[in-house]
T-cell receptor
Framework: DVKVTQSSRYLVKRTGEKVFLECVQD?????MFWYRQDPGLGLRLIYF???????EKGDIPEGYSVSREKKERFSLILESASTNQTSMYLC????????????FGEGSRLTVL | GENVEQHPSTLSVQEGDSAVIKCTYS??????FPWYKQELGKRPQLIID?????GEKKDQRIAVTLNKTAKHFSLHITETQPEDSAVYFC???????????FGKGTKLSVIP
């Protein structure tokens, strides 16, 4: 069974703080993704990575950055958290480009006060 | 970028009835169309997918149909059961793309 683990299920941060969301997958998948989920807006792609040290912007990259130093780990960074970044963040991985099943983590619910 | 419209946003059906969720897309190069189910408090999981060289695919009580000419695809659930209650997301991607574009989701409620 593929396992995608997000380090924090719930976080509360203050405006301006730097926030790290960590994601680890155990199936040697090439591709990893960070999505943001908000009610009525579905899943929106923030960033993705198809290889170590590679990253590509998704649909809503503003205010975020990512790091992929190792194949199994993909981190989402909020350099200076803002209240409009309060959301559920979902990490996912996939083996295949384009037609591969996405395996999601449990999600990290971030509240920025 | 690609735009995926999903309807309806909410759907209530009686147990045993059928449910249909429809998605339309804009990118004619799209060739992969998955559907994900997200139960309350849980992660989204793939339930069925279809590729552009196939018009219909079935898996027990669920089926997906694709009309490439009209650029829409639909999820059909027959004989609905309370455990089908969840949020369903359609998605698509184009050839050579790593990126799935998701619809906004449909909250399905199956009333016992």
């Amino acid at each position: 069974d593929v396992k995608v683990t997000q380090s924090s299920r719930y976080l509360v941060k203050r405006t301006g703080e730097k926030v790290f969301l960590e994601c680890v997958q155990d199936m040697d998948h090439e591709n990893m993704f960070w999505y943001r989920q908000d009610p009525g807006l579905g899943l929106r792609l923030i960033y993705f990575s198809y290889d170590v040290k590679m990253k590509e912007k998704g649909d809503i990259p503003e205010g975020y950055s990512v790091s992929r130093e190792k194949k199994e780990r993909f981190s989402l960074i909020l350099e200076s958290a803002s209240t409009n970044q309060t959301s559920m963040y979902l990490c996912a991985s996939s083996l295949l480009q384009n037609t591969g099943e996405l395996f999601f983590g449990e999600g990290s619910r971030l509240t920025v006060l | 970028g690609e735009n995926v419209e999903q309807h309806p946003s909410t759907l209530s059906v009686q147990e045993g009835d059928s449910a249909v969720i429809k998605c339309t897309y804009s990118d004619s190069a799209s060739n992969y169309f998955p559907w994900y189910k997200q139960e309350l408090g849980k992660r989204p999981q793939l339930i069925i997918d279809i590729r552009s060289n196939v018009g219909e695919k079935k898996d027990q009580r669920i089926a997906v149909t694709l009309n490439k000419t009209a650029k829409h695809f639909s999820l059909h659930i027959t004989e609905t059961q309370p455990e089908d209650s969840a949020v369903y997301f359609c998605a698509n991607s184009g050839a050579g793309s790593y990126q799935l574009t998701f619809g906004k989701g449909t909250k399905l409620s199956v009333i016992p």
